[in-house]
C-alpha cells in the first residue's frame, strides 16, 4: 500500500551530499509525488531520491590486467634487446632497447627518450627515470 505523503513529512532520500541513505523533510510536491527535501543531516536541499532506485558507484577495472599486459610486454621487449645489463644510474645516457638494471625496480627496457628523462618498462609497469640524455 503506498503511503500518502504531504509536505513536511520524513521520508528517505539517498543525499547527494552526505552520499547516504538519510532522513529528509519533505519540502515540495507535485501532485502525490514528492519532488523536493531537505537533508535532516547536513542541511541541504535537492530533488528527491529514491534510495532504492540509486546508482551503485562504479568499481575500477582490476589491476591484474593492466599487470599482465606490462609484463608479457616486457618479457618481449627483454627477449628482443641485444645489450649488456646496465646498472641504472641518473646521470647515464641510455638508448632505446639498454637493459637497466633499477636496485628497486629490478630489471628495465628504455622504450622512449626524452631532454634529461626515458621510460622505462619494469615488470610491473612502464616508469620515468632520469637520464642525462641530450
Known amino acids: 500500500m503506498l503511503e ?3 509536505a513536511g513529512d520524513n521520508v528517505a532520500s539517498y543525499c547527494m551530499k552526505c552520499k547516504l541513505a538519510l532522513d529528509h523533510t519533505v519540502v515540495a510536491m507535485e501532485g502525490t509525488a514528492v519532488v523536493k527535501v531537505k537533508c535532516r543531516t547536513c542541511g541541504s536541499s535537492h530533488k528527491f531520491r529514491d534510495p532504492a532506485e540509486v546508482k551503485k558507484p562504479r568499481t575500477p577495472r ?3 590486467d593492466s599487470v599482465k599486459t606490462a609484463e608479457t610486454l ?6 628482443e634487446t641485444k645489450g649488456k645489463e646496465r646498472v641504472y ?8 632497447g639498454d637493459v637497466v638494471l633499477h636496485t628497486t625496480f629490478g630489471k628495465g627496457v628504455v622504450r622512449k627518450l626524452y631532454l634529461n628523462k626515458c621510460d622505462m618498462l619494469f615488470k610491473d609497469k612502464e616508469r620515468l627515470m632520469c637520464s642525462a640524455n641530450q
Open 4 to 6: 500518502k505523503r504531504s
Open 62 to 64: 582490476k589491476k591484474e
Open 74 to 79: 616486457w618479457e618481449v621487449s627483454l627477449a
Open 89 to 96: 644510474d641518473m646521470s647515464g645516457k641510455y638508448r632505446i
